[in-house]
């Protein structure tokens, strides 16, 4: 396993993080039980793997909670990353990066995660209802009382991420040394401004949904209903109208189209169709690690062969040319 440090920071990660997402039954998108996430857990610390990346609104908690009794006997080695905004009640104060909300939801994911700190505090979303003054002043209070390590923020663009900077710089508090954004070969839309800001901020990137949620494991055909159980499929029966929108985003024409590619270049080098998808992100400039969200141990195994893999150049060309950048920075002349 190789490790490097996390954006302007000492901290030294996996260059392959484990994503939470699926772990617990209780609604979202999960659909491990404990035994099979806690198989999970032991292939990724045994590969050399030290970043976990959880959320507060992951099934519901369930999630932290496995988590939590997942690597209770080697707490230190790992490197315990969860987050915080969405709602966790009905009430005004019950979501958010207000110094109220982020306060009770720190001891809430303490309590679940069963832990007395959290390496890696990250706020899930920008929150357009709170001065970032207030935010950032707040997590660097958990920074100075011991019960954060670090902190990062989550798919903020790039001019949230330079206010959140500049506000810690003012105030002489703690910056954030993360973003975790979406990346993949379905969605390069940071390449243009949020990769260049982070780089120039000192922020290292954790990125997730590699396999755009399977899609690029080759896992979806044209034409043909996902099967009940895969995350496409689940994400459909959901009664949330924004669970059913997001496969929907996913399972477009365009994708399904990068996937085909994907395939084709999988079958020519004898490879799988995860290998390909994830040796093309993990090599993309920019990204610190790649948070992989395997649903059973096998998957897991399957994706860290993946890692081993090195496309050869013109395949790489290839996906590049076919995936696009979304965004293009402006030149003078
Ligand atoms: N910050 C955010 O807003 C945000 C948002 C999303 C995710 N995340 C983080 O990023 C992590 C990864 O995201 P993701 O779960 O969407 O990642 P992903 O790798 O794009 O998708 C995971 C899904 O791909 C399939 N899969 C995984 N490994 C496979 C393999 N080896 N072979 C075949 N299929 C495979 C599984 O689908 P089936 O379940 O159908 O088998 C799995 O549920 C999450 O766990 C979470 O920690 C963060």
Redesign the pocket.
């Known amino acids: 396993m190789e490790y490097t440090s996390l954006g302007h920071s000492g901290l030294k990660v996996s260059r392959v993080s484990l ?4 772990f617990g039954t209780s609604g979202g ?1 999960g ?1 491990c039980d404990e035994a099979e996430a806690r198989r999970i857990v032991d292939v990724f610390t045994d590969a050399g793997g030290n970043v976990i ?3 507060d609104t ?1 099934t519901g908690g369930q999630s932290e909670e496995i988590v939590g009794r997942a690597i209770k006997n080697r707490r230190d080695t790992v490197v315990l990353a969860t ?1 915080a905004f969405l709602p966790q009640g009905p009430g005004p104060n019950d979501t958010g990066l207000s110094r109220a909300h982020l306060t009770r939801a720190l001891e809430a994911s303490l309590r679940r995660l069963g832990t007395d700190h959290i390496d890696l505090y990250q706020c ?2 920008w929150d357009r209802g709170t001065p970032i003054e207030e935010t950032m002043a707040t997590l660097d209070g958990f920074v100075r009382s011991g019960k954060v390590r670090y902190i990062g923020c ?2 903020f663009t790039a001019s949230q991420i330079v206010e959140a900077q500049w506000a810690a710089a003012r105030a002489g508090g703690t910056p954030f040394i993360s973003l ?1 954004p ?1 990346y ?1 070969l379905l969605a390069r839309d940071i390449e243009a401004e949020v990769l260049p800001v982070c780089e120039r901020h000192g922020l290292g990137t954790l990125v ?7 899609v ?2 080759g ?1 979806y055909t044209r034409g043909v209903v996902p099967e009940e ?6 994400l459909m029966a959901s009664p949330s109208p924004k669970a059913r929108a997001w496969a929907g985003a996913f399972l477009t024409e365009r994708n399904l189209g990068i996937a085909d590619e994907v395939i084709r270049i999988a079958t020519a080098l004898g490879g ?1 169709p ?1 290998a390909v998808a994830l040796a093309w992100v993990r090599r993309r400039p920019g990204v610190t690690s790649v ?6 141990a096998a ?2 195994t ?2 860290l062969a ?1 890692f081993t893999l090195d496309l050869p150049p013109e395949e790489t060309a290839r996906l590049d040319e076919i995936s696009g950048s979304a965004g293009r920075v402006p030149v003078a002349g």
């Not at 997730?208 to 399977?214: A, D, E, K, R």
């Not at 159980?229 to 689940?234: D, I, Q, W």
């Open positions: 994503g939470t997402m699926n998108v659909s990346d959880t959320a992951y987050k899930h979303q989550s798919n975790q979406q993949s997730w949904s590699p396999l755009g949620g399977g690029l494991a896992r159980r895969s995350r496409m499929g689940r799988t995860t948070i992989i969200g395997p649903r059973t998957q897991l399957g994706s993946g």
